[in-house]
């Protein structure tokens, strides 16, 4: 095994005696859909970036399937990454399904964590009784098959969906890109553990102070699901912008970056 720092691709930047920011990736994506966020923060805080096994300039040679089946070894990685740089009073910024990754990850060392971020985070896609997730188990069989059957191509036809911003067609080709970069097989394996994950349970066992960031319109993680991870963790707050799409932080950095502030000087501010 490669050292966590080079297997996932780790770069630290800003303040080293700041306070501690963790920024993770979302599905298909690389700690550069962070660049526009980061910048608020590397004066006063010490920075944190990284990619998960198999994105990014991360050592994909170090993928297994079978470790990576479920969010627990990315949660490990995270655990990993924490103590090999002996970070404490962490503020965890997940996007997407790291999101359920911080979840998890605090979950299993509460004392390490001084808050949770959460930027548009499901903790189960699929609709199921009165939950509502937005797909139909349907929806996401489908998907997957999509996936299956041509990665590339539903990489091309999904990202701008996912991006939204019509009138910015070159957010959606970043994403597209980003997508097409990560190996298919590893994209694949990834995709079905992100949208057939249920993490609901696990939103009642979070201890740490935690800010749900949700877009007004967003395809993947509608309003509902947002107030729904809010209603469910103790002491959590809820920032709904009102911007389009599930990639703020490429979207919409300015506001998303006032919204952290305003959690870690707040959550500072109590201490």
């Not at 780790?10 to 963790?22: D, E, F």
């Not at 994506?29 to 966020?37: E, T």
């Not at 994403?175 to 097989?185: G, I, K, M, N, T």
Request: hydrophobic content about 40%; proline content about 5%; overall charge negative.
């Amino acid at each position: 095994m490669t050292n966590v720092i080079e297997r996932n691709n780790v770069k630290v930047s800003g303040v080293a005696s700041g306070q501690p920011m963790i920024f993770a990736h979302g599905f298909g994506c690389d700690q550069q859909m962070w660049r526009w966020v980061v910048p608020a923060f590397e004066h006063d805080h010490h920075i944190v970036l990284f990619d998960h096994v198999g994105c990014g300039g991360s050592d994909a040679s170090a993928y297994d399937p079978q470790s990576y089946g479920t969010l627990d070894r990315y949660a490990a990685d995270v655990l990993e990454l924490i103590h090999e740089l002996d970070l404490r009073d962490v503020v965890f910024v997940g996007h997407s399904v790291s999101s359920m990754i911080g979840v998890l990850a605090s979950i299993a060392e509460p004392d390490r964590f001084a808050g949770l971020v959460l930027v548009g985070p499901s903790p189960r896609y699929i609709d199921d009784g009165e939950y509502v997730g937005g797909f139909q188990a349907s929806d996401i069989d489908e998907l997957l098959d999509s996936l299956d059957s041509n990665y590339l191509g539903w990489s091309r036809a999904m990202a701008p969906t996912i991006m939204g911003n019509p009138d910015r067609p070159e957010l959606g080709e970043e994403l597209s890109e980003s997508f097409c970069r990560v190996d298919p097989a590893i994209a694949r394996q990834f995709a079905r553990v992100t949208f057939l994950g249920d993490n609901r349970a696990d939103l009642e066992r979070v201890t740490v102070p935690t800010l749900v960031v949700q877009c007004s319109d967003d395809v993947i993680a509608p309003t509902a699901v947002g107030t729904y991870v809010h209603e469910r963790i103790a002491d959590s707050a809820l920032e709904i912008l009102d911007v389009s799409g599930h990639c703020p932080n490429l979207s919409a950095p300015d506001q998303t970056a006032e919204a952290i502030r305003r959690f870690v000087d707040r959550s500072a501010a109590l201490v």
